[in-house]
Structure formats: C-alpha cells, structure tokens
C-alpha cells in the first residue's frame, strides 16, 4: 500500500525504490521456467511448424503472393490527376477571384473532388459483410488421380496457393465477432489450370434448397427495417416466422441453435462445401458424390 503524506494528504508516496517502481502491474505471474507454456515440438527439415508451441516461423510465400508484388507498389512514383488524367498541381486551395475574393465555379478540380465525395458510396455485403482473410496453401496428403482428373489433387507434392476467407452472415461490416451466427467459410485455390472457389459455411447444411427462396430468407433475416436491430445474429420474429413457414430451415437452425453457433474463433471451427460434387478421373468416369469439409486438428470449440 502507498504511504500516507502528511504535510500533505493529496499526495501518496510510493513504498517501492527500485527498477519496479517505473513500471507497476509489469511483473509477470507465469512462471519463471515457463512451464506455462506449450512444449516446443522440433519441425522436421523442410516441414512447415504446425506443432503448438514451435518457435519457427512458416513459410508463407507461395507463386501467388509473389505475383501480386506488382499491384502492391505504392503512389510515389505517381502525380496526382483528375478523372481525366490531368495533373493536378494545387489539391488543397481553390481558385479565387484575388486573394480575398469568392471561389470561382471555374475551378473543375474543386467542383470534381466535391462531386466525388458526394457520389462515393462503397456498398456494403448483403451478407457475410464482416470477416476475416489470409493467404495459404493446399497440398494433398496422396494423389487423388484415381476418382479424379483435377490436377492440384492429384500430386502430394504440389502446392497450390489459396486464399481463404471466414465471416459472419447476418451482421454488417461494424457487428460484433461473438454473435450467435452462422460463419462463411470461403476458400479460392489458385490452380495451373484456373481458378477454383469452394464456397462452405462452418455448416454441413444450408436453410434452404432453392436458391428462389434465397432472397425472401435474406429479408427475414437482416435486422427489422423500422429499428435496425438485432444487429448481427437473428433474434426476431420476422426470422422465426420464416422458420414456421419452412420446416426445411429446422436442420441448419438446429445447429446455429448449438455451440457451432458460437465458435471461439476461427481456428476452432469447422468448414464444409455444403453442396454435393461430382468427381471425374481422366478416364471420363464418375467415380462418386462427395462432401467437402474441413476439418483442424484443434477441435471445434465454442464461447460457451
């Protein structure tokens, strides 16, 4: 406890004279052996540390990233223009009539920039408006050539860049993260041979079958039009109506109803094609129907 003055009672002295009194809260409680912390895992030459608690840094560069070098150059190099590509010499002062005078409606820049700020909108996601992306890669365990003809799941030592992006449903860009909420779950491989979306949600199910009803299921959904609320999951009644009216939905409400509702984060979550795919091998045979999922080594966990 801090000592009382008494020549003045406003101010307190400190009982601690050395290197901790600079900086109070700062001692840490773990232990000093840091047994606290997970047993660091040794990554095998040429492996990427997956192991909890490694120290070595993962690889992340891929073809991809490295592609992208050229649009990442900054606006140094660049002077600024109208729309119509004329330099701009002046972007903070408008013409006057003299030093004191009016602004004069002659001044195209001053009439495009305010013209600009009023029109620019950025509309926002009808759905999965906030999330969360990163660039990786995917590698098979063993060839797939077998069932199918795709070429980044036919060789266990390719790698194929992707880029994934997890997110809410329901909210818009500025709701919370811990809302109870289906997670988007998207995922693009780039391929040697094109592009390749698998689109999935932390569900192996969706609401509905019928993408008809896709846009009157959004409606129910989003927060009610008079209040704007509720603002990130679907706690009201135009929601439960559609539900009453649908019994198709009670499959995928049941599990939003669950902990896979409310994932911990991200990393503790599960993703899934949803929709069923048809695989064809080089043969020109269908050899099955298959869901896609994926699935951590970390267990899914929720806030609960």
Do not use: C
């Not at 927060?223 to 559609?242: L, R």
């Not at 094609?273 to 048809?278: K, V």
């Amino acid at each position: 406890m801090s000592q009382h003055n008494e020549k003045n009672p406003h101010q307190h002295q400190s009982p601690l004279h050395d290197s901790s009194e600079a900086k109070p809260g700062m001692d840490s409680l773990a232990p000093e052996d840091g047994s606290h912390r997970p047993a660091a895992e040794p990554t095998p030459p040429g492996a990427q540390p997956t192991a909890p608690g490694s120290l070595k840094a993962p690889d992340t560069r891929n073809e991809k990233l490295n592609s992208l070098e050229d649009v990442r150059k900054g606006s140094e190099n660049y002077a600024l223009t109208t729309n119509q590509g004329v330099r701009i010499a002046d972007d903070q002062n408008s013409l006057r009539a003299g030093n004191r005078g009016p602004t004069l409606l002659e001044d195209f820049i001053l009439r495009e920039k305010i013209t600009h700020f009023d029109h620019e909108r950025i509309p926002e996601r009808i759905v999965h408006a906030r999330g969360s992306a990163a660039h990786g890669y995917f590698q098979p365990y063993k060839s797939l050539s077998d069932i199918t003809k795709a070429d980044f799941l036919s060789d266990p030592n390719k790698i194929t860049p992707v880029f994934v992006r997890f997110s809410t449903v329901q909210g818009g860009a500025g709701s919370a993260d811990t809302v109870r909420d289906i997670r988007g779950f998207a995922t693009k491989f780039y391929t040697e041979e094109g592009i390749f979306d698998l689109v999935g949600n932390n569900t192996p199910i969706f609401f509905i079958q019928d993408a008809h009803k896709f846009p009157d299921f959004v409606h129910a959904v989003k927060p009610e039009p008079h209040w704007a609320i509720p603002q990130g999951q679907s706690a009201h009644d135009t929601f439960w109506d559609y539900v009453s009216l649908q019994p198709e939905t009670l499959h995928n409400v049941m599990w939003a109803m669950s902990d896979r509702g409310i994932p911990r984060s991200y990393r503790t979550m599960e993703g899934f094609g949803i929709h069923t795919f048809r695989l064809i091998n080089a043969e020109g045979r269908q050899r099955l129907y298959v869901s896609t999922g994926n699935h951590w080594q970390v267990k899914p966990h929720s806030l609960g």
